[in-house]
């Protein structure tokens, strides 16, 4: 169903002070070149069985799900749902298909009983099998092969072992291609019809990642962080590296690469360095490895319990189970930090040896993962917020009492955040922090900001601003606190 965006009336602007020197579900969005995903979709899958069921035992859809869907080691929730959705990757195209409802459970001698024609629509005609007779089949394949001399040369009959069904595929690529469900006296018992579950899929184009992306937003807009089962080439990276960049920090993308240039010291070659620093490109997290390790990320953001007293963790330090860590030395480990990626790592010294990745950094003004996925939460929920507030019968005038009316929305997600560990109260902010902070609100809040961790700044408004019914420059400032990573210290004996 589509929807117009809520940010049409309340728009939140993320921000940052840089030190100096559940209105939304956590889902992650997978990409996949998969023919066997409708274009123009996005499915939604609760267990990894139920990818197994769609995809195949020998699928990567398969693999990443069995990464995503456990979550991180010791997390307290599970990722609940993980969309799919198809990206087209061929330069020529995809072609259209009408797929039948499921045969799980039906024999053979069951099937063999089909006559009948059929008629569909294929590529914009209409076409009308010759009578299909399934008596002489000794298997499912050759019950769709049969079918496909009934219908004729214009499509490809198949039959998918692992789905159970049969898949009617035009021969031609692109826009035009395309194959619909079917009518006819066989229709029913081929299961080519809606009522027995058939499912049909448009031709398409190769994906243009922009309007990929805002087809799947308008789809779904219940996921935060992306990855792709397919290894993207250098401008398709580029282009989902813009795409987020241009969300207002909403939507993440989790770059894999393992190209030789991603542990070389230094380098300006690795993608990192181009999608982020030559591109400049915010909200990417580079991560070293294949898909199996950027759905580590989707896995961790997914696990995250925004309900758990300091229930907020980093990326750094988690571990996962169904992917092998892919770095074991110290020099690898330094070039990958220095050239921006994350990575799955053996970490040990004496008879300790620990698994786990690192480190979390993602590209933009938010710096690190956990932060950058606590203001989609924070923002996520003022809106929502917002939203449940103006939606009650009541009414709030530009005075003080409509300002504390607007607090009482601000404050219940604020108390959840700090609950979390999203907002921190007792941090102390150095002077530069301080100084862009007071002479924006004009007046003295550090002490506010130190003891709640939060201040909520709505300024006197004009008169075009009343009489346009819009409240401006409203801030909502918090402490983000950061967590601690890495220590250095000295031991001393005192003899």
Not at 187 to 214: F, R, W
Not at 260 to 286: G, R
Request: aromatic share 10%; glycine share 8%.
């Amino acid at each position: 169903m589509n929807k117009i965006p809520l940010s049409r009336d309340f728009r939140i602007k993320p921000g940052v002070v840089s030190a100096a020197g559940t209105a939304l579900d956590m889902c992650g969005l997978l990409l996949s070149d998969s023919e066997l995903l409708p274009s123009g979709q996005a499915l939604a899958f609760t267990g990894a069985d139920a990818v197994l069921s769609y995809f195949g035992a020998d699928s990567d859809e398969y693999r990443a799900a069995t990464i995503y869907f456990p979550g991180y080691s010791n997390s307290t929730v599970t990722p609940a749902t993980l969309l799919v959705a198809r990206c087209v990757t061929d330069a020529t195209g995809a072609a259209g298909w009408c797929r039948s409802g499921s045969f799980k459970g039906v024999t053979l001698d069951t099937l063999k009983l089909v006559n009948g024609t059929i008629t569909l629509d294929v590529d914009g005609s209409s076409v009308t099998s010759a009578a299909i007779d399934l008596s002489t089949a000794t298997s499912f394949s050759s019950a769709a092969t049969l079918i496909q001399t009934a219908i004729g040369s214009q499509v490809t009959v198949s039959w998918l072992p692992v789905q159970q069904c049969f898949v009617i595929t035009s021969k031609i690529l692109g826009v035009e291609s395309a194959v619909g469900l079917a009518t006819g006296t066989a229709s029913e018992g081929l299961k080519l019809t809606a009522d027995t579950g058939a499912a049909t899929s448009a031709g398409a184009e190769q994906s243009d990642i922009p309007s990929l992306m805002n087809q799947i937003i308008n789809i779904s807009q219940d996921w935060v962080l992306f990855t792709t089962t397919f290894k993207p080439d250098e401008p398709t990276h580029i282009a989902f590296g813009q795409w987020v960049s241009q969300t207002d920090y909403r939507f993440g993308y989790v770059m894999h690469d393992d190209a030789q240039a991603a542990i070389t010291p230094s380098s300006e070659d690795c993608i990192a360095f181009k999608v982020t620093v030559t591109e400049n490109c915010e909200n990417v997290l580079p991560v070293y490895g294949d898909y199996r390790h950027a759905m580590t990320a989707l896995a961790y953001m997914a696990s995250l319990d925004f309900n758990r007293l300091n229930g907020r963790v980093s990326y750094k330090y988690r571990d996962f189970s169904g992917v092998a860590p892919n770095v074991n030395d110290g020099d690898t480990a330094d070039a990958l930090k220095f050239n921006g990626y994350s990575f799955f790592g053996v970490y040990g010294s004496n008879r300790v040896v620990k698994n786990y990745t690192a480190d979390g950094k993602i590209s933009g003004k938010f710096l690190w993962l956990d932060s950058f996925v606590s203001q989609v939460w924070i923002n996520a929920n003022l809106l929502g917020g917002f939203a449940e507030l103006f939606t009650q019968n009541e009414s709030y005038p530009f005075s003080a009492a409509g300002y504390a009316a607007i607090q009482t929305a601000v404050i219940d997600v604020a108390g959840r955040a700090k609950d979390f560990g999203a907002i921190r109260a007792g941090v102390t902010l150095d002077k530069a922090q301080i100084k862009v902070v007071n002479d924006a609100v004009g007046r003295d809040i550090t002490s506010t900001l130190f003891s709640d961790g939060w201040f909520m700044y709505i300024p006197d408004q004009s008169g075009s601003s009343r009489t346009e019914r819009h409240l401006d420059g409203a801030i909502f400032y918090y402490v983000d606190g950061q967590l601690i990573q890495s220590i250095a210290m000295s031991s001393t004996d005192i003899l």
